[in-house]
């Protein structure tokens, strides 16, 4: 039954079984690319985030932003805002340059990525924080005067 289950699989038990013939081997690399492939294209990592998960939230004062960001110093990452467009940007590099033994199977990415988010209001650009913690950064971005709402008084005559 473990045969079944592709991430169970490595090259031992494949070329140290004698029942696998060359047909069922090519079977199951074919298993294996259509796994991939699926993996890919169906999960929230695919496409332009490459793996970057958000929230985006509001207050009457402020909008947050919260990305996942695991792995990652706040110096490799980039975060820009232009108008209503928050940016996130960074390159993510795979610091395991010598390694030992064989890789059976990795779902970590590596490379540079990008994220664009339009906002849901203005936000005043001199009012932007950013934290950094547990691998999740944090923005916080204070909306412009001119959309946050404000209490009228009613005067009684």
């Known amino acids: 039954m473990n045969g ?5 699989r490595n090259a031992s038990t494949r070329n140290g079984n004698s ?3 060359p047909i069922s081997e090519m079977r199951m690399d074919w298993d294996r690319l259509f796994d991939r492939f699926l993996d890919d294209v169906w999960s929230p990592s695919s496409g332009v985030a490459s793996g970057m998960l ?3 939230s509001e207050t009457d004062d402020q909008v947050r932003v919260r990305a996942e960001v695991p792995g990652m ?9 232009a108008g209503e467009m928050l940016t996130l940007a960074g390159e993510k590099v795979d610091d395991s340059a010598v390694q030992e033994g064989r890789s059976y199977y990795s779902e970590r990415h590596f490379g540079t990525f990008q994220r664009a988010i339009k906002l849901p ?3 005043d650009a001199d009012k932007v924080e950013a934290e950094h913690k547990n691998g999740v950064v944090t923005i916080t971005l ?6 946050r ?3 009228i008084q009613i005067k009684s005559s």
Not at 4 to 8: A, H, R, V, Y
Not at 73 to 81: F, G, T
Not at 142 to 147: E, L, P, Q, Y
């Open 4 to 8: 079944l289950i592709p991430w169970k």
């Open 73 to 81: 110093n706040p110096e490799d990452l980039n975060i820009n805002l």
């Open 54 to 56: 958000l929230d985006v």
């Open 149 to 151: 709402p404000k209490r």
């Open 142 to 147: 204070w909306k412009s005067d001119a959309v």
């Open 19 to 21: 029942q696998i013939t």
């Open 121 to 123: 209001c203005p936000v």
